[in-house]
């Protein structure tokens, strides 16, 4: 397995370290690196959050059950976001709300994994910080807890995920809810090289596992084939957890799925993402399909297939991606399609694909911009529809293990 300083991450190209300096204004002769001045902007708020989780206990999907779930109790669980009661046949099949959540849904389970990605990764950074092994022991606790000890322990699948009451026991659809294991995953792949994390392999295994079931399962490849960002998101943990677990076939897959289905089908010709576009939260949606589609080239680009360059014929794009959002992030009030039906105010958030594609394409003001905005929302869908929040972890770092 490779070291941190091997991470093949756009930021480590020659192209690409050179133009991100340029973007971070660091001097040429400067020992600095981007990774710096991540850690730079984002130690208080790492260090402050890590300091509060020290004391939280790991809650896995063990916690709590509910008596609708077709599974046990070491199943994940949820419940379709936008269904609801039918009033003209109450008791009966639920009927869709697109974009309105119904509150009453069982969600605990989608919470405390949630609650799982906020956690592990803050304390994660916090031992790349400071090399304060309580950080790293800590996070690894969560970790076992969630994947290998046999009490609390998820099973390794999303059989039961998004189910609809009175239609389905589970969807494919449901496996975006793991969208939230793609940080934990990255800081287990940190934890693990710094040789700082009790039960590593186990919980590589634990992936391992999930992994395949995501691409052998009827609800796995459902989800793969998803015309919108539910397809970018799948892509987006198939290639992280398959660096976790070191299976570069199914990465050398996510990448040529990223070029010959994802940008060719879900990014237009002017950088919009017009599937996105026609849902009733056509903001939050391209907001988060963009940071999905980044964390993606993020993940994967190597110094020989370089993502961020990629464009097709007619120049769909992150590059034409990113310069079509960009007004629109730096101010609301200019985005001239409808207002989400819900939470429009509260968007837009500190995006990882400003920090990301700064770098990449050396552009000053997209990490200028990402430095304005707020790193820790407290709006759960907010929260839920943001699963990048310690770009630190998706830097190359520049010094040695733990510090």
Not at 54 to 77: C, K, M, N, W
Not at 126 to 145: C, I
Not at 197 to 225: C, V
Request: glycine content about 8%; overall charge positive.
């Amino acid at each position: 397995m490779k070291t941190r300083r091997e991470f093949l991450t756009i930021a480590s190209g020659t192209a690409g370290y050179l133009s991100a300096r340029m973007a971070w204004g660091i001097a040429p002769h400067s020992k600095a690196t981007p990774y710096d001045m991540v850690a730079k902007v984002d130690r208080k708020r790492i260090l402050a959050a890590a300091d509060r989780y020290l004391s939280a206990q790991p809650i896995t999907v063990t916690a709590e059950y509910s008596e609708r779930s077709a599974g046990g109790r070491h199943d994940f669980y949820s419940e379709g976001d936008y269904w609801w009661p039918d009033p003209k046949n109450p008791g009966g099949p639920y009927v869709r709300r697109d974009g309105m959540s119904n509150p009453s849904n069982f969600n605990a389970h989608r919470e405390a994994m949630v609650r799982l990605s906020l956690m592990v990764p803050a304390l994660t950074a916090a031992w790349e910080l400071t090399g304060k092994r309580r950080y790293a022991d800590h996070a690894g606790r969560h970790l076992r807890a969630w994947f290998v000890d046999p009490a609390t322990r998820m099973n390794a699948n999303l059989q039961y995920a998004q189910a609809i009451s009175g239609i389905t026991k589970g969807r494919g659809i449901g496996i975006i809810d793991t969208l939230h294991l793609v940080e934990p995953a990255r800081a287990a792949t940190v934890l693990l090289q710094d040789g700082a994390l009790e039960g590593g392999r186990k919980i590589q295994q634990w992936f391992a596992e999930y992994l395949e079931w995501m691409r052998t399962s009827k609800n796995g490849q459902e989800e793969r084939d998803a015309k919108n960002n539910h397809g970018t998101c799948w892509v987006l943990q198939a290639g992280e957890f398959a660096h976790f677990t070191q299976n570069a076939e199914v990465m050398a897959w996510c990448r040529d799925r990223f070029r010959t289905v994802l940008v060719p089908h879900q990014i237009a010709p002017n950088g919009s993402l017009p599937l996105e576009l026609a849902r009733t939260k056509p903001y939050s949606y391209s907001l988060f399909d963009m940071d999905i589609f980044c964390g993606i080239a993020q993940s994967l680009s190597t110094k020989a297939e370089d993502l961020w360059s990629f464009a097709t014929t007619d120049g769909r794009g992150l590059r034409k991606m990113m310069a079509f959002m960009y007004p629109y992030i730096k101010d609301r009030g200019a985005w001239p399609f409808a207002h989400d039906v819900e939470h429009f105010e509260d968007f837009p958030v500190r995006n990882p694909a400003l920090l990301f594609s700064g770098l990449a394409y050396g552009d000053q003001d997209y990490i200028a911009l990402w430095k304005t905005l707020n790193p820790d929302p407290v709006v759960p869908e907010v929260i839920r529809n943001f699963p990048i929040r310690q770009p630190l972890l998706w830097m190359t770092r520049s010094g040695s293990s733990g510090t």
